[in-house]
Each structure stands twice: as structure tokens, then as C-alpha cells.
């Protein structure tokens, strides 16, 4: 579908060539060449920290490059800011959402560009609400994205928010699309959509900068291909003359095992006991209705479920961030039904969240005061009322080499962290801790393949140590690869716990539909309460 | 923009960070007389001669010198008190009320009791911060409790104590002290007033006391695990919560540790200065003086202590000026107004001079806390 044969400086919507960008301590784009086609979809790979984000912040206007230039259909351009970036007919999609959560849809998009009607009386003027939800209909319907003008972003999942950005950016008249890993946070029936807006997006002629670290849909969607690593490109290729592990060898530049291996489980007592629990969601509406399970030692129990069934609330019970309105849990001898975030944490568990900027990291602290977040006021990062420094960056430089987290200092703010890095410390400091249950809540979102290898090796580890994991993952190959059984949610309620033997990805999309089976087709599915 | 403009997003050495941190303060501060002078010429005077004055006026003399740090010492402990609270992600605009309550609470232990001074001067003093604590717990509490917003709630408290006060050392009123024209307070007993530091001199052991607590809130914020639980509630309270820490214990926690601050800068007035009670209209404006003094101290206890000795030496150096180039004092106050401005309107200055944006770790802006509901 390509017009590979115009003339090829005509046909290019976008080409950088040379760029370099330098931060204290890391290189993080070394002469950078790169070019997209219009109507394209060009692929970004690349290992967390190798410079993506970097490289597109500075087409974007962001980062000013040390050096290399520009060049939009052909002409060299200086974009100074995001907003040349937008007259040039740039539009981007931040890895982390930049949306006001109080305010709606709508008015999120005016933002800056607010339409007017009536008398023109400069700030004065009467905002057009109606033509703003009128042109966004028209957006959503030309392109077949579904969204609410009208509602409160702080109210919509991450896969809605994510619409919401896209949508931002073709309203302000976006060519060249510049998607930061846009499907990271979707679940593969979302993703699959979303494939169907970049279709039908370069179908219009726009052009599209696509990051992620799923190979596979690198290689479904993608006309072109490059990977970069530690700053340098190092390939460009095309998805028919590649291959899932060529990639990952690309990026890391070693071979990568894409599915873990382990042994069966050998599972003890039981660690989590959650019976008949009722948990409400922001909005005061029923969340979690009625799930019960057991998580033992030395298994992991996934949950799968499309996102925004119940999970992020049935977590956030799970761990004393919200309040449980009927049933129970147990953690190990104790009841915790009712206890705070502390008990949690004393009692044994252990959490990867799923947000990791709104929970998991204080991102105007450095490394060293992240990774003992959890922690602080105990020996021997605290002697009596102090805070030892010397406790603190001897933890911090042990696992920073121990789990591999890439920062050039343990007093680099994690916010400069590339997303990858900043996922690591969360790991680090949580699996570091030894407790008897794990619960990990998309542990392995943003991260490249060799950090996900990693990542997925040391939650095996730990439920080889006889650690209780509940593994929270809307990317049903983690589900598949790392559970022992797995448990599927729809609207807040349990479907069926099975055995990941008797799981396939058929049967599973069908639970995570909401199709409930009939009780032939699985003696094992939980009784779902009605 | 030069290469090392963004060293400044990433501090590498101790060098760095300092200039980084007081770039913009200073050119604030250079910018703002630079404004002032401009009002000055156009007014006939010469503005030279007019900050000479001022500078003799607040250093030229001993006598000078301990009015500078005489009139620093409350706008360091007020401007330590906003900082502290500030950290924690709240904006105590009640610095004013609780520096009146700390005011009375000493002077009432000071003058009702007597005891031995090594006993009555703590006593009072601690009233002194037991009383602003208290009043800053309060709007503390409702914050913690219901999400009030703690910026209408220290405002409301603000004229309370102010009115209550006033009736208590007005006409009848159980503080006024007996027989006298003017509404006032007896004056607190010899053994609860601070010692003088140079014979003959008004300097009191106060801004010894003002100078500790600095040290005191630098080690507190970033050596302790309260300080460590303070900050965390302050930079992000979802991650606070996350962790275990309780976050409606430490709102009231902070407030009442700013209020505190307030407080023991409201004795040391009544307790170091005479005539050692409290009258009508002492004090007025010192606590949001303190939050200009806050913030162009970057919300550092170091930084809220040099910014203290700027305000201090200001307001002792005006009359001077005034007295030397007929410029109103008033103009000091403008300074003062424009300052500020600059410093929270940074944008301002760094457009002027071309300095880019920090990273993360100075985003605790106004703007922030305002919107940080609960
Ligand atoms: N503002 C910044 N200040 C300092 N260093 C930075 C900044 N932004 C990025 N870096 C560093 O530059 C390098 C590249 O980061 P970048 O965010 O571009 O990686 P990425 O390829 O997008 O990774 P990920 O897949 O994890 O998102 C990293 O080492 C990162 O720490
Ligand atoms: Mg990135």
C-alpha cells in the first residue's frame, strides 16, 4: 500500500537526520537518521532507555537536539516547541497522558484552543460547547473511536483516556502521529481496535510514529521497522523479511527467551483466603461483586479480564487502598479485611501497582528515597528518628545492579527515568522485600522484552521460594506464560478459576467476553454468585 | 541557550544545585529595584543614593545591624512555619493568627505565673508554640477530616484569633492589663524574657533561636523518617498513601508543626522585645510577610533564613531612606510586593534572562497547592 516509487523526498512526511541529544551522564540519541513515509506506519523499537522517547520529544519540540536537523515534507524546519510542532502538523501521544483529570473530554481538547461563539469578546467570549462535541462526533465517528465528550476524564480507564489524547491531537489538525507505546496500557481486544483506527488513520493519509515493545504487533501493523539501542540505530527492516526473535536479538543484542520456563507447582498453604468480596468503585458503583479465591504458596494465580472490570478496585481492596464493603480477606493467619495499607505491607504482601506514577513512585525523589518507599521507617534505613543515608544508598546501589535498573546515578530523579527504568525500581523495591505474597498488577507494562524475560524469571523465582503471587495482567500471553491457575473477572465478578493446562486463549476470551460456561463445560469454574 | 542550561534539570555537583537554586531568587530580587528605581527616578529621586541609604541603614551601624536581625527573627520562624507546610503540600496562609496566638499564650505564661527563669522562659516559649500549633491543627483536622481547603480555613482563623485577641486586651477584657489608656497586656515578669546578647543593645537571644530552628527543620524535612513521611504526603500523596503512611495524621501533623514555628516566633516578640506585652496592632502583616520570605526562599530552611535577613534588613533600612532621599518607605514594601511576584511568576524572569526550566523536584508551586484538594 505503500508509495515507495514517488519521488522519494515528496513522499517523506518526516525525516531526521544526525540528531543527537545529550542529558548529564547518558547519550540518549547518537546521530540519529530516520525517516517516515506519508501515509506509513513506522515502528520504534527499541530497549527502555534506548532513546525513543528522547528522539520523538525532539521532533515534537521538546528537547532541544545538540545536533542533526529536521525536515517536514522535504523543507528543514527549527521546531522550537510543541506548538511549531502542531503548525507543522505534529501531534503526539505522551507515553504518560498529559490531560487535565478534572475537567471533560471536551473541554480537555479546547484546551488552548477554545472555540467561540456570539459577541467576540477576546477571553470573554462564550466557549462553543456544542460545535467542540460536534466536531469531536465527527472525529469519533470518522475514524471509529468511541468516547464521551462529556465525561470526566478522571473518570474514564486508560484505554478511554488514550482515545481521548489521539482524538486531542487530529483536532489540532495532526498529520504526522506520534504514538509512545499507545497499546502498553490495552487489552488485546482494545489493541485490536486501536489497530483499526491506525488503518484507517493512515487510510486519510496520516502518517504514524508507532513505539511499543510488542513485537507482535510491530510485525501485524507495521509497513517499516527501526530499532534503536543505546541511542544508535541499529536496523531498519520490514516486517515480511523479520522476525519476533530477530527483534528482540535487535534490541538487546542477545538472544532473548520470549517465554519463560518453569517447573510445575508445587503449592503449600494457602497465604490470600478472599471470600464473597464486595468492593465499590469511585463513583460509589459495584466493583468487585462476590469474588472469592485462595492464592497458596508457591503458585501463581492470574487474573485475566478485560480492564476495568473490577481489578484495579479488587487490588486496591487487596492491599487497604480501599474500603471492602462485605466478605473477607485473610492474609496468612490474619484478618486484613478492614485493616490499612500498612498491615498490608507488615502482614506480608508485597505490590506492584498499576499506576506507577499516581502509587508507585514519588518521581520528584531520587532512585535511592524510591527504593525505600515502603520501607523507610524501619532498620536499618531508620535508627531512631533518623534517617540513615548510609543504610539508604548502600540498598539503593544493591539493587540497582541487582535487578539492572539503567539510571546514571542513584540521585537522579526517577521522573528522568526512561519508563522502563522507572517500572524496575518499583520491582526492585517490592521483590526485594521477602514477603510471603506478591501481588504484581501489570508488573511487566512499558518494558522492553529483555526487561520482561527478567522480570517474568524473578516472580517465577519467587514462587519457586514459595512466595504467593497474585498476577493481575490484561496481556493474556503474561497470563498464560507465568500462571499456575487462572482466574477470569468480568464485570466484578469471578467467570472461572482453571487450571492454566485447560486454559487456551479461545476459551479464555470467551470467559473475559463475560460467556459464562455451562457447568459440563468446566467443573472447576467458581460458582458465580447471582 | 547554553550547553549547561540543563544541567540545571539534573544537578551533578553541589555547585550546580546551589546555582540553580538562587539564580532566580537573586535576579528577582536584582529585577524588582531595578522596577523601584524606575518609579524613583521618575519621581525626581536618585535610586542610587536611595539603596546606598538603605544599605547603610540596615548595616552601616552595630546599632543597624541588630535592628536587621531583630526585625529577621519572626519572618525566619514565619517563613519556616509556611516552608515546612508547604513541603507537605499544604499552603498555611494562618502563619498570621498563629503567631497572635503564639503571642498570647507566652505573654499570658509570661505574666500570670512566676517562676525561675530557667523554668519560665521554656514554659513560656513552648506555650508560645503550643498555641500556634493548636490554632493550626485545627484547620489541619478539618482538612484531614472532610477535605476542607486549609487556605479559606487559616484565613477564617486568622480573624478569629485576631478578633478574640483584641477583646481580650481590649476594655474589661481578661488580658488587659489594669490601669492603663491603651489596650495592652501586663508585661511578662523579668525570668521569662530572653536574655539580651550584647549589653545595651535590644539583641535578644531570639535570633539565636530562629537560626536553630532552621537547622532544626533542615534536619527534620530531610533526616527523619517524619520529614521523610512530611515530604512524601507533600510530593505525592497517592505514592504516601501506597506506602502506609497516614495521610490525614500528617496534614494535622504539619500543620501543627508550622503553626508551632509560627507560634515561638510570636513569643520571641512579646518574650525579646520591649516593652514585653502585646498590645493592639503588634505584629500586624508579619505572617504574610513570611510568605513572601517563604518563597523567595525557595521553600528552604537556608534560603528562608537569608530571604528573612532581606526582609528584615529592608524594613530596618527604610527609614533611613526615607529620612535621607525623602523616598516613602512605602517603596520598600513595593519592592517587597514585586519580589515576590517575580519569584512565583518565575516565568517572567526566566524569560528575561533566558534560564530554562528545572526538573521535578522544584514543581511544589502556588499553583499546585491550590489545587490540591484533598
Ligand atoms: N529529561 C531527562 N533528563 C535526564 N535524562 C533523561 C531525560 N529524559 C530521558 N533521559 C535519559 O535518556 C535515556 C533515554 O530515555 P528515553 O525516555 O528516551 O528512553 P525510551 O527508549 O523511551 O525508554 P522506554 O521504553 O523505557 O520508555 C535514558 O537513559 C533516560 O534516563
Ligand atoms: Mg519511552
Same mark, same amino acid.
Given at each position: ?214 513485537l507482535k504487533e510491530v510485525l501485524a501493523i507495521a509497513d517499516r521497522i527501526t530499532v534503536l539501542r543505546d541511542g544508535a540505530v541499529v536496523g531498519m527492516t520490514k516486517p515480511a523479511e523479520t522476525s519476533e526473535k530477530e527483534l528482540a536479538a535487535m534490541m538487546v543484542g542477545r538472544e532473548v527467551l520470549l517465554r519463560v520456563e ?269 | ?29 536584582? !529585577? ?55 513541603? =507537605? ?215 528562608? !533564613? ?18 535621607? !532621599? ?14 515576590? !511576584? ?24 502556588? =499553583? ?7
Open positions: 500500500m505503500k508509495s515507495s516509487d514517488q519521488d522519494p523526498l515528496e513522499s517523506l512526511a518526516l525525516q531526521v537526520s544526525g540528531i543527537s541529544k545529550r542529558f548529564p551522564g547518558v547519550l540518549a540519541n547518537d546521530k540519529v537518521d530516520f525517516s517516515l513515509a506519508r501515509g506509513e506506519i513506522h515502528a520504534l523499537l527499541g530497549e527502555n532507555g534506548a532513546g525513543k522517547t528522547t528522539l520523538m520529544n525532539v521532533v515534537y519540540g521538546l528537547y532541544k537536539p545538540d545536533e542533526g536537523e529536521i525536515f517536514i515534507n522535504g523543507n528543514q524546519v527549527e521546531i522550537r516547541d510543541p506548538n511549531d510542532a502542531l503548525a507543522q502538523g505534529i501531534g503526539m501521544v505522551h507515553q504518560h497522558f498529559m490531560l487535565v483529570p478534572v475537567m471533560t473530554v471536551a473541554e480537555n481538547l479546547m484546551l488552548g484552543h477554545e472555540v467561540t461563539r456570539g459577541l467576540k469578546l477576546g477571553l470573554l467570549s462564550r466557549v462553543d460547547r456544542q460545535k467542540v462535541s460536534e466536531e469531536i462526533e465527527a472525529l469519533v465517528e470518522l475514524y471509529g473511536m468511541e468516547v464521551n465528550p462529556e465525561a470526566y476524564v478522571h473518570e474514564l480507564s486508560v484505554g478511554e483516556q488514550q482515545r481521548v489524547e489521539i482524538i486531542k491531537a487530529l483536532y489540532r489538525g495532526a498529520d504526522v502521529l506520534i504514538l509512545d507505546e499507545p497499546t502498553a496500557v490495552l487489552t488485546p481486544q482494545e489493541t485490536e481496535d486501536f489497530f483499526e483506527v491506525m488503518r484507517s488513520l493512515v487510510k486519510q493519509g496520516k502518517s504514524i510514529i508507532f513505539i511499543t515493545h510488542k518453569k517447573k510445575p507447582a508445587q503449592p503449600g498453604e494457602d497465604v490470600l483466603k478472599v471470600q464473597n468480596l464486595h468492593v465499590l468503585d469511585r463513583r460509589d458503583q459495584p466493583a468487585v461483586r462476590g469474588v472469592s479465591f485462595i492464592v497458596r504458596e508457591g503458585e501463581i494465580l492470574g487474573i485475566a479480564g478485560v480492564q476495568g472490570n473490577g481489578q484495579a478496585e479488587l487490588v486496591e481492596a487487596l492491599t487497604g487502598l480501599t474500603k471492602v464493603i462485605e466478605g473477607s480477606i485473610h492474609l496468612k493467619d490474619s484478618d486484613v479485611t478492614h485493616a490499612r495499607p500498612r498491615a498490608f505491607t507488615e502482614t506480608g504482601a508485597a505490590h506492584v501497582p498499576e499506576d506507577r506514577h499516581k502509587h508507585g513512585l514519588v518521581l520528584s525523589y531520587a532512585v535511592d528515597e524510591n527504593l525505600i518507599l515502603q520501607t523507610y521507617y524501619l532498620a536499618p534505613f531508620a535508627s531512631g528518628l533518623n534517617i540513615n543515608p548510609r543504610a539508604v544508598d548502600e540498598n539503593a546501589r544493591r539493587l540497582i545492579s541487582e535487578y539492572d535498573v539503567r539510571t546514571p546515578s542513584i540521585k537522579t530523579l526517577v521522573g528522568s527515568l526512561s519508563g522502563g527504568n522507572q517500572q524496575k525500581v518499583i520491582v526492585a523495591r517490592e521483590l526485594s522485600r521477602d514477603a510471603p505474597l506478591l501481588i504484581a498488577n501489570q508488573p511487566t507494562r512499558g518494558l522492553d522484552v529483555g526487561s520482561i524475560e527478567y522480570i517474568h524469571r524473578r516472580i517465577i523465582e519467587k514462587r519457586d521460594e514459595g512466595v504467593a503471587v497474585l498476577l493481575v495482567s490484561s496481556e493474556l500471553d503474561e497470563i498464560l506464560s507465568l500462571s499456575d491457575r487462572i482466574a477470569v473477572i468480568y464485570s466484578g465478578e469471578i467467570l472461572a478459576i482453571i487450571p492454566v493446562e485447560e486454559a487456551t486463549k479461545e476459551r479464555l476470551g470467551l470467559l473475559m467476553a463475560g460467556v459464562r460456561e455451562t457447568q459440563e463445560s468446566s467443573q472447576a469454574a467458581a460458582t458465580p454468585m447471582e | 541557550m547554553s550547553e549547561d542550561s540543563e544541567a540545571i534539570q539534573q544537578p551533578r555537583n553541589l555547585a550546580a544545585v546551589i546555582v540553580g537554586r538562587i539564580s532566580i531568587p537573586l535576579l528577582a530580587i536584582f !529585577t524588582a529595584l531595578l522596577v523601584a528605581s524606575l518609579a524613583m527616578l521618575a519621581s525626581g529621586t536618585n535610586p542610587i543614593k536611595a539603596y546606598l541609604a538603605l544599605g547603610e541603614g540596615a548595616f552601616g551601624t552595630q546599632k543597624a545591624v541588630i535592628e536587621t536581625l531583630i526585625k529577621a527573627t519572626p519572618f525566619i520562624l514565619g517563613g519556616l512555619g509556611i516552608a515546612l507546610a508547604f513541603r =507537605g503540600g499544604l499552603f498555611n496562609i494562618g502563619v498570621e493568627g498563629q503567631l497572635f496566638v503564639g503571642s498570647a499564650f507566652a505573654v499570658i505564661i509570661g505574666y500570670s505565673i512566676e517562676l525561675p527563669a530557667f523554668i519560665h522562659l521554656p514554659l513560656a516559649l513552648l506555650g508560645g508554640m503550643f498555641g500556634g500549633a493548636i490554632w493550626a491543627a485545627i484547620p489541619g483536622y478539618f482538612k484531614a477530616r472532610s477535605g476542607a481547603h486549609e487556605v479559606i480555613t487559616t484565613i477564617m482563623l486568622n480573624f478569629i484569633a485576631l478578633r478574640v485577641i483584641n477583646w481580650a486586651i481590649g476594655v474589661n477584657g481578661p488580658m488587659r492589663a489594669p490601669r492603663t489608656v491603651v489596650p495592652e497586656t501586663p508585661a511578662v515578669f523579668e525570668s521569662a524574657r530572653l536574655p539580651i546578647l550584647i549589653p545595651d543593645t535590644r539583641l535578644h537571644a531570639g535570633v539565636i533561636i530562629a537560626v536553630f530552628a532552621a537547622l532544626v527543620v533542615y534536619w527534620f524535612l530531610w533526616r527523619t523518617v517524619a520529614g521523610f513521611e512530611l515530604r512524601t504526603v507533600g510530593a505525592n500523596p497517592s505514592a504516601a498513601r501506597y506506602a502506609g503512611i497516614n495521610v490525614e495524621f500528617n496534614i494535622v501533623r504539619t500543620m501543627a508543626l508550622s503553626g508551632a514555628l509560627a507560634g515561638l516566633g510570636g513569643g520571641i516578640q512579646v518574650l525579646g522585645l520591649a516593652p514585653y506585652n502585646f498590645t493592639t496592632g503588634f505584629n500586624v502583616g508579619l505572617g504574610f510577610d513570611s510568605i513572601a520570605v517563604a518563597v523567595l526562599g525557595g521553600i528552604h530552611p537556608f534560603g528562608v !533564613t537569608m530571604s528573612a535577613l532581606l526582609f528584615g534588613a529592608m524594613d530596618s533600612g527604610a527609614r533611613l531612606m526615607q529620612l535621607r !532621599t525623602k523616598v516613602p518607605i512605602d517603596i520598600i514594601t513595593i519592592v517587597q510586593g514585586l519580589i515576590l !511576584t517575580f519569584v512565583a511568576a518565575n516565568q517572567i524572569i526566566r524569560s528575561i534572562y533566558r534560564i530554562r526550566a528545572r526538573g521535578e523536584e522544584d514543581q511544589i508551586s502556588l =499553583g499546585r497547592l491550590w489545587g490540591g484538594g484533598s
